[in-house]
């Protein structure tokens, strides 16, 4: 069963953890964050850390939001870092991203499978356009930056 933006969700193991990932984009990204363990480039790396998660309250009516982060990312620093995969970006997202940056100091990075400036996805691409100053960095084509060599690499 596909959610509300049509994405499939995929059980995987990813080296030693097995996760319900909500889409390919997360699962995709949880084999690209594991090549780069393996390679000693990042310490290691969390899926949907509850630890993590955060409620505010927000919009006129002060109603309570609540954020769970995709992944958390220990670099070889030991700096946490935020990362956040989104194949649809909506404006609630952005409103989740921008608390959270608020709230805490981890950093955040935003990956999109393929935003690009566009008549289909304007709104999405001019809202992360706002919230780039919020945040670490925004990888915009994940598919062709970060996938395209490890392809051979997913189930799915």
């Not at 090549?35 to 309250?57: N, R, V």
């Not at 919009?59 to 220990?74: C, E, I, M, Q, S």
């Not at 935020?82 to 404006?91: P, R, S, W």
Request: with cysteine; aromatic share 14%.
């Amino acid at each position: 069963m596909s959610n509300k933006y049509g994405a499939q969700p995929v059980t995987a193991q990813v080296g030693e953890q097995t996760c319900n990932f909500r889409s390919k984009l997360e699962y995709r990204y949880a084999v690209y964050l594991q090549t780069l363990k393996e390679s000693g480039h990042i310490k290691d790396w969390e899926y949907e850390p509850l630890h993590m998660a955060i409620e505010f309250q927000h919009g006129r009516y002060n109603n309570t939001r609540k954020y769970l982060p995709d992944f958390v990312v220990l670099n070889n620093d030991d700096i946490s870092e935020i990362h956040e995969c989104k194949g649809f970006f909506a404006g609630l997202d952005y409103t989740k991203l921008k608390k959270y940056s608020e709230m805490h100091g981890n950093p955040i990075v935003l990956i999109f499978a393929r935003l690009t400036n566009c008549k289909s996805s304007g709104a999405q691409f001019r809202r992360a356009e706002r919230i780039s100053k919020h945040i670490h960095r925004v990888v915009w084509r994940a598919d062709r930056d970060l996938f395209q060599p490890i392809r051979f690499m997913f189930d799915c």
